[in-house]
DNA sequence: CTGAAAGCGCTTACAG
DNA sequence: CTGAAAGCGCTTACAG
């Protein structure tokens, strides 16, 4: 029923090989015979079986994508949607495919990952998190197979993992000294997941400015909750709860953002007039809140695009020396921002 | 170096067809046989390579899931999003790898799902959108291929196709009832693309309330946009700047009416005591709203889990007659909803 | 209960 | 420039 190689061959009185080779565009087949065989190729409605040719080949031409767990709720921040795209972006014009991860939890993420190289489902691998002890990473490090993380590898590894990651250190440090050029002094940090690499090396970049400008750090205006949304409004209440209140506040993530802004609200706490908030991805959503939010753009589809392109260097030349790319981050000025009024609330 | 079946069926003094059995869990083999082979397979570390597998069996165990074309900016959209979680779910239950559509636009789609199915890439299909007339769903059906479409397939196809969707007509109506027993009499309708399914059957469950209620329909109450959140910016002038405005709006889409607060904020427009909205999906950041929307709940995740599970069944008995399932739907009432004021704008 | 053999649909040295 | 043959790593009748 399903047409082969055999069936065009036989047509256009060749053998299987040339066909295979009319395929490949091999320079040595006479431009007659390609023309003949193509001909058969397009009446028959001939489609190459891939898994005969993976089979053979060793390889496959897609990639794996790797989702954090479902424990995370990736899905519900709208950062994966937007790496998801650039990723289909590069690999629709490298005519590579695109196998997803479906593991629930982290466990079962190394055992899908295990599975996706060893059965050579996938010829590389994108992982779409990173955090600070990943046995995935020890694991596709040991096979020698080609993948890059969007995000950061840890510390150590920085040398031997392929990446492309932001500048978040330098990025947060360039929205806290915005905010102290806007006379702000007690700033607020509200973090994620404190084993998050994003966490944490924001955190450094907003101690690095607070320390630069001659700030004391206060402890207690640092806080950190591992709930998208709700860990903003909790962060509200902790800070505005203390003696002396920030009257600016820097969030790692637009989704969070808005959890602080709704929790401000109904505290009656005007955003930008008594609370300065800044926040970071400028996610699609945070132009649309009321108000809109001042938010460091970080240039998500061009993370996924590069980090396509980038793996696909590395399945090309598997031998390669690992690289990092940095993308760039802009500041986008909304209305959550505005100079320090003096009054304290 | 990489090792298979031959070299555990060496190491465990078995044939190659033995070893292929043991992983089968055939019956017929000695639980003695099967101990030893799978110590083997254990110890040298074996894998199943798929591509082999998949070539003698003709089937992939992975399942092709189409997004619409980048044109619409689906990963905008957190409905995307949330039916991939349901379908990732169901096929991580069902040990089903999922593959994932590249396509830029509408013409590649058609393309590529042609290649998916001819190349036996993968087993069945997942369409995430609907359209009144398209070429992939005829393509499908021609090649008796199975697939489900979450949404609605034409009229003239619904026997023919197997969907999950929500009865839309149905909810819409029920949504404009809710509001005329908030005695709202000027209600409008905004929609987003007119060819989509989902825009027409909320239009005419719109229609069929009012009608039902004696109102008599005014056209230009019923304005449609597609684009997702600046169309319900648009949609609010054209609506507000009418001599006789209406007092209450039922908007296709969350972001859109994200679009559509935040037109009528900065208009001065007071919500919901100048104007009352509601919209559909209860997208995660229909709640984080200010204020927080009133929605209709379709129950996206199990869209997409449905869709899976449909699938599977008729993946596993290709002549089956087509079913469909229809998704529950429930409304959710937050405070952008309220009885009419009785005062014109 | 298990093995030998053929075959799935390709590709690629090796000849000529 | 093209063909015949072997092989990729599995599975499954067919024997025994």
Redesign the interface.
Same mark, same amino acid.
């Given at each position: 029923m399903t047409i082969t190689i055999k069936d065009v061959a036989r047509k256009a009185n060749v053998a299987p090989s040339t066909v295979s080779r009319v395929i490949a565009n091999h320079s040595t087949i006479s431009t007659k015979t390609k023309e003949k065989v193509r001909a058969v190729m397009e009446e028959l409605?001939y489609?190459?079986?891939?898994?005969?040719r993976?089979?053979v080949n060793n390889h496959?031409n897609?990639i794996g994508?790797i989702m954090p767990s479902?424990t995370y709720a990736p &899905?519900?921040n709208?950062f &994966?949607?937007?790496v998801? @795209?650039g990723i289909?972006?590069q690999?629709?014009e490298q005519r590579?495919?695109?196998?997803?991860s479906?593991?629930?939890t982290d466990l079962?993420i190394l055992e899908e990952v295990?599975?996706m190289v060893?059965?050579? @489902?996938v010829d590389g691998i994108i992982l779409l998190y990173s955090t600070v002890a990943d046995p995935v990473i020890d694991f596709l490090l040991d096979r020698s197979f080609p993948f890059v993380v969007v995000g950061q590898p840890p510390e150590q590894l920085k040398e031997s993992v392929f990446f492309v990651n932001n500048d978040n250190v330098k990025a947060a440090k360039m929205v806290t000294e915005y905010l102290l050029l806007l006379k702000h002094e007690r700033i607020a940090f509200v973090g994620g997941r404190q084993d998050a690499f994003v966490t944490i090396d924001r955190k450094n970049g907003y101690i690095e400015a607070l320390e630069a400008s001659g700030i004391q750090i206060d402890e207690s205006l640092l806080v950190y909750h591992d709930e998208i &949304?709700e860990g903003g409004e909790k962060a509200v209440i902790e800070l505005m709860s203390q003696k002396n209140p920030p009257s600016a506040m820097i969030v790692t993530d637009d989704?969070m953002a808005?959890?602080v802004?709704?929790m401000l &609200?109904s505290m009656n706490v005007s955003v930008p007039d008594d609370m300065s908030v800044v926040s970071f991805n400028n996610v699609?959503?945070s132009k649309?809140?009321?108000p809109p939010l001042t938010t460091l753009d970080i240039h998500i589809h061009e993370l996924g695009y590069k980090a396509a392109q980038m793996l696909r260097q590395c399945i090309l030349d598997p031998k390669a020396s690992p690289k990092s790319h940095i993308v760039n981050h802009h500041l986008i000025r909304r209305a959550t921002s505005k100079t320090f009024n003096g009054m304290s609330i």
């Open positions: 409605g489609y190459p079986n891939v898994n005969a993976n089979l496959t897609v994508v479902a &899905f519900h709208p &994966f949607p937007e998801l @795209r289909t972006t690999a629709n590579y495919g695109l196998y997803l479906t593991s629930q079962d295990k599975e060893y059965s050579r @489902r &949304f989704l808005l959890g802004l709704r &609200f699609l959503m649309l809140s009321t």
